[in-house]
């Protein structure tokens, strides 16, 4: 975990290091503040007031000073460089994860959830800065104060430093034994920090569908459920963390009252001659230095059982492979928009009991219309997501241009399968910086015949600012049918070989509908249109038309080839083209 964590801090690494050597230096300067303090009082106490000369107090004074100032300037530039190297950390850390989920293939996305994703992105990598932030400085600072000042216990009080020795394994073995209790809750609280953002998105996006339904209360009751399962597991794993202050407050004082028993006694059966007051009063602020040390390390030793699940969360995104990927001296060039299913069966996880697709043998000539109809459940997304491999087939093979998709390099193929899919998304930004996603160096002109293509130019028009009109993110300032259009106008500035619509254009009319399939069939013949579809006039003019059921093509054919002779379609057809039977009888 540590290894793959460690790529992220890259430019990083020379703040990384001059935090913990800054700290070292400070960490030195303030153990030898004491000991200076010490020597400067027992040149007082051993000389007759008349005799002590200005010249040794300005000596150590000005010893002093200097070390302070040293320490005080160390410690700045190391707080600085932790700051700049944390925060560094944590940036390469977000981006090296989006960069990854970019890569992932659907069934990666599916694997993860975009709620715990966000999260990961969020909550987690902020745990892990604040980990690193204290690991590269306080978990350096306290142990070297630990040491140092052990070893300046026994310089100072002599044997009294067992003491402080001790005291550490005990202490040790006690957070031990926290840690061990508190690992298995945040485990589970950050699972359930995952279900409390997937309500959350889901209860902002379908917004509309909760107030139209009025189940605000639902809602509320959902979240409140989900939070206090949260509340009721942190407030476990913080009930068993917060056992840390008192155990290290208790054995503060012990050691503090036990130092001053002992010290005292030694003090007054020796005369002196083994330690003196000034020593004693030294060896106590070592002591606060060692316990002190002590308590700053139960602070990072609890920042980091609540950051390891986090790191471990983590690790899973940026070790994650892309179940999808282009192969060596991948094809680049496809050669025309024909599609050839030999065999091919599909199904979304390797534990799923049926195949979403069985057995599917489909060719379509380049530059064919082809509809696809079938209820709801038969596969007609599947089918069509793998021609682009947004998933690959479980069985069979996949051709295009006569080459199988396998084959190519994932942007070469891509650039050439155009996918308005159920569900696309427009994203914030004018409809020109929209429109441009299928084509970046799109001209003006370009994306003005575009939108007459899919029948968007006229409503663009419409608005104040014309191509210029501000999107709000996901779309939510024009209407379903507007966003189909602009959609599939961004397709088209593609200049694909193929060109999927799925249910794409549900929300427009069917006069609109027509109009758009009009416009394909003279603007771009040479295409390969494939048009998923609930309405059968929208496929009506196809070529062909493939009839789904269950994840088997049914039949393929015209439409009047499949009228009256399909038992699916032609009830599809009928149910459409009811024209009042009921009414007239």
Same mark, same amino acid.
């Given at each position: 975990?540590?290894?793959?964590?460690?790529?992220?801090?890259?430019?990083?690494?020379?703040?990384?290091?001059?935090?913990?050597?800054?700290?070292?230096?400070?960490?030195?300067?303030?153990?030898?503040?004491?000991?200076?303090?010490?020597?400067?009082?027992?040149?007082?106490?051993?000389?007759?007031?008349?005799?002590?000369?200005?010249?040794?107090?300005?000596?150590?004074?000005?010893?002093?000073?200097?070390?302070?100032?040293?320490?005080?300037?160390?410690?700045?530039? %190391?707080?600085?460089?932790?700051?700049?190297?944390?925060?560094?950390?944590?940036?390469?850390?977000?981006?090296?994860?989006?960069? +990854?989920?970019?890569?992932?293939?659907?069934?990666?996305?599916?694997?993860?959830?975009?709620?715990?994703?966000?999260?990961?992105?969020?909550?987690?990598?902020?745990?892990?800065?604040?980990?690193?932030?204290?690991?590269?400085?306080?978990?350096?600072?306290?142990?070297?104060?630990?040491?140092?000042?052990?070893?300046?216990?026994?310089?100072?009080?002599?044997?009294?430093?067992?003491?402080?020795?001790?005291?550490?394994?005990?202490?040790?073995?006690?957070?031990?034994?926290?840690?061990?209790?508190?690992?298995?809750?945040?485990?589970?609280?950050?699972?359930?920090?995952?279900?409390?953002?997937? %309500?959350?998105? /889901?209860?902002?996006?379908?917004?509309?569908?909760?107030?139209?339904?009025?189940?605000?209360?639902?809602?509320?009751?959902?979240?409140?459920?989900?939070?206090?399962?949260?509340?009721?597991?942190?407030?476990?794993?913080?009930?068993?963390?917060?056992?840390?202050?008192?155990?290290?407050?208790?054995?503060?004082?012990?050691?503090?009252?036990?130092?001053?028993?002992?010290?005292?006694?030694?003090?007054?059966?020796?005369?002196?001659?083994?330690?003196?007051?000034?020593?004693?009063?030294?060896?106590?602020?070592?002591?606060?230095?060692?316990?002190?040390?002590?308590?700053?390390?139960?602070?990072?030793?609890?920042?980091?059982?609540?950051?390891?699940?986090?790191?471990?969360?983590?690790?899973?995104?940026?070790? /994650?492979?892309?179940?999808?990927?282009?192969?060596?001296?991948?094809?680049?060039?496809?050669?025309?928009?024909?599609?050839?299913?030999?065999?091919?069966?599909? +199904?979304?996880?390797?534990?799923?009991?049926?195949?979403?697709?069985?057995?599917?043998?489909?060719?379509?000539?380049?530059?064919?219309?082809?509809?696809?109809?079938?209820?709801?459940?038969?596969?007609?997304?599947?089918?069509?997501?793998?021609?682009?491999?947004?998933?690959?087939?479980?069985?069979?093979?996949?051709?295009?241009?006569?080459?199988?998709?396998?084959?190519?390099?994932?942007?070469?193929?891509?650039?050439?399968?155009?996918?308005?899919?159920?569900?696309?998304?427009?994203?914030?930004?004018?409809?020109?910086?929209?429109?441009?996603?299928?084509?970046?160096?799109?001209?003006?002109?370009?994306?003005?015949?575009?939108?007459?293509?899919?029948?968007?130019?006229?409503?663009?028009?419409?608005?104040?600012?014309?191509?210029?009109?501000?999107?709000?993110?996901?779309?939510?300032?024009?209407?379903?049918?507007?966003?189909?259009?602009?959609?599939?106008?961004?397709?088209?500035?593609?200049?694909?070989?193929?060109?999927?619509?799925?249910?794409?254009?549900?929300?427009?009319?069917?006069?609109?509908?027509?109009?758009?399939?009009?416009?394909?069939?003279?603007?771009?013949?040479?295409?390969?249109?494939?048009?998923?579809?609930?309405?059968?006039?929208?496929?009506?003019?196809?070529?062909?038309?493939?009839?789904?059921?269950?994840?088997?093509?049914?039949?393929?054919?015209?439409?009047?080839?499949?009228?009256?002779?399909?038992?699916?379609?032609?009830?599809?057809?009928?149910?459409?083209?009811?024209?009042?039977?009921?009414?007239?009888?």
């Amino acid at each position: 975990m540590i290894k793959v964590l460690s790529k992220s801090i890259r430019e990083y690494k020379a703040a990384s290091i001059l935090t913990p050597l800054f700290v070292s230096l400070e960490v030195i300067l303030e153990c030898l503040i004491p000991f200076v303090v010490a020597k400067l009082l027992g040149v007082i106490n051993v000389k007759e007031p008349h005799l002590i000369e200005l010249n040794d107090i300005l000596l150590f004074g000005g010893i002093l000073i200097a070390m302070s100032f040293a320490s005080l300037v160390c410690g700045a530039l %190391s707080g600085a460089f932790c700051a700049k190297a944390s925060a560094g950390f944590a940036k390469n850390l977000r981006k090296d994860m989006y960069y +990854k989920i970019q890569d992932f293939s659907f069934e990666n996305i599916d694997k993860f959830s975009t709620p715990s994703l966000v999260t990961r992105m969020t909550t987690d990598v902020t745990n892990v800065q604040f980990s690193y932030m204290m690991i590269i400085r306080i978990a350096v600072r306290c142990p070297l104060m630990l040491v140092f000042s052990l070893v300046m216990t026994f310089v100072m009080g002599g044997n009294l430093g067992w003491i402080f020795v001790s005291v550490i394994p005990l202490l040790t073995l006690l957070l031990l034994l926290i840690m061990k209790k508190a690992m298995p809750l945040f485990h589970r609280v950050f699972k359930k920090y995952d279900k409390l953002n997937e %309500s959350i998105q /889901e209860n902002v996006r379908g917004m509309r569908v909760v107030k139209s339904f009025v189940r605000e209360d639902y809602e509320k009751s959902k979240f409140d459920r989900a939070s206090t399962e949260l509340q009721v597991d942190f407030t476990k794993a913080e009930r068993i963390i917060a056992w840390s202050n008192p155990i290290m407050q208790f054995f503060f004082y012990a050691v503090l009252s036990t130092v001053l028993f002992l010290g005292s006694y030694v003090i007054l059966t020796t005369s002196g001659a083994a330690v003196n007051v000034n020593e004693v009063s030294q060896l106590i602020v070592y002591g606060m230095q060692i316990l002190m040390s002590l308590m700053m390390l139960s602070m990072v030793f609890v920042m980091i059982v609540m950051s390891v699940e986090s790191a471990r969360r983590i690790c899973e995104i940026l070790e /994650e492979e892309s179940t999808i990927k282009s192969p060596e001296n991948a094809v680049t060039d496809v050669a025309d928009g024909s599609v050839d299913f030999d065999g091919v069966s599909f +199904k979304y996880s390797a534990t799923a009991e049926r195949n979403a697709l069985d057995t599917v043998d489909l060719h379509i000539r380049s530059g064919e219309t082809v509809g696809i109809i079938g209820g709801t459940g038969s596969s007609k997304t599947s089918l069509v997501n793998l021609i682009s491999r947004l998933y690959d087939a479980t069985e069979g093979e996949i051709k295009v241009g006569g080459v199988n998709v396998k084959q190519y390099d994932l942007t070469a193929l891509r650039n050439q399968v155009a996918v308005v899919l159920q569900k696309n998304e427009l994203f914030s930004g004018s409809i020109k910086e929209n429109l441009r996603w299928g084509d970046p160096n799109a001209t003006d002109e370009q994306l003005v015949e575009a939108c007459k293509l899919a029948q968007a130019d006229d409503f663009i028009r419409s608005f104040p600012d014309g191509y210029d009109t501000h999107i709000e993110q996901g779309g939510t300032n024009v209407s379903g049918g507007q966003k189909q259009r602009l959609c599939i106008a961004r397709a088209l500035l593609k200049k694909p070989k193929i060109l999927i619509l799925d249910d794409s254009t549900s929300a427009v009319d069917t006069r609109t509908d027509a109009l758009i399939r009009k416009a394909f069939r003279e603007y771009i013949p040479q295409t390969t249109k494939i048009i998923i579809a609930q309405r059968t006039s929208s496929v009506e003019d196809a070529d062909r038309i493939i009839v789904m059921d269950g994840g088997k093509i049914d039949a393929v054919g015209t439409h009047k080839e499949l009228l009256g002779k399909n038992a699916i379609y032609t009830e599809v057809f009928n149910t459409q083209n009811k024209k009042g039977c009921d009414d007239e009888k």
